[in-house]
C-alpha cells in the first residue's frame, strides 16, 4: 500500500460514488448514490467534510460545472477522482481482498 494513511471506509465509499457518477458527481448525486448503492444516509456536513479531506489529501479533484436550467443557472461543484486516489483505491482493494482470502466457508449464510 502506498505509504500514506490508508483510506477510511467511508472515504472509500464516497470515492466509489464518484466513479460510479462520471461527469455528473457533485454533493446531491454522490449522497444520492451511497444511500441506493450502500445504504448510508449521510448528512450534508459529513458529505463536504470527508470531500474537503480527500481533496487536501490529493485524492479528489473538482471543478466547476455550468449552470443548467433546472438550478436557476445556478453553477456546481463535480468531483472527479485523482490518478493519486485511484491507486489508493486499488491499494484498499488488495488489502481487503487479502483480509476476506479464505474465509467463504466461516463467513457463508447458514442455511435456511
Known amino acids: 500500500m502506498p505509504s500514506s494513511t490508508p483510506l477510511g471506509e467511508f472515504e472509500q465509499l464516497?470515492?466509489?460514488?464518484?466513479?460510479?457518477?462520471?461527469?455528473d458527481a457533485y454533493g446531491v448525486t454522490i449522497a444520492g448514490e451511497l444511500e441506493q448503492r450502500a445504504?448510508?444516509?449521510?448528512?450534508?456536513?459529513?458529505l463536504y467534510?470527508?470531500?474537503?479531506?480527500?481533496?487536501?489529501?490529493?485524492?479528489v479533484?473538482?471543478?466547476?460545472?455550468?449552470?443548467?436550467?433546472?438550478?436557476a443557472g445556478l453553477p456546481r461543484r463535480c468531483y472527479t477522482v485523482s490518478a493519486r486516489g485511484l491507486v489508493m483505491?486499488?491499494?484498499s482493494r488488495q488489502v481487503l481482498q487479502r483480509m476476506w482470502s479464505g474465509l467463504d466457508e466461516v463467513l457463508k449464510e447458514p442455511a435456511p
Do not use: D, N, P
Not at 467534510?49 to 485524492?59: F, M
Not at 479533484?61 to 433546472?70: C, L
Open 39 to 46: 445504504g448510508r444516509q449521510v448528512s450534508r456536513g459529513a
Open 61 to 71: 479533484r473538482w471543478k466547476i460545472s455550468a449552470g443548467t436550467h433546472e438550478r
Open 14 to 23: 464516497v470515492l466509489l460514488a464518484i466513479l460510479r457518477l462520471g461527469e
Open 89 to 91: 483505491l486499488r491499494a
Open 49 to 59: 467534510t470527508t470531500l474537503e479531506r480527500l481533496e487536501t489529501k490529493g485524492l
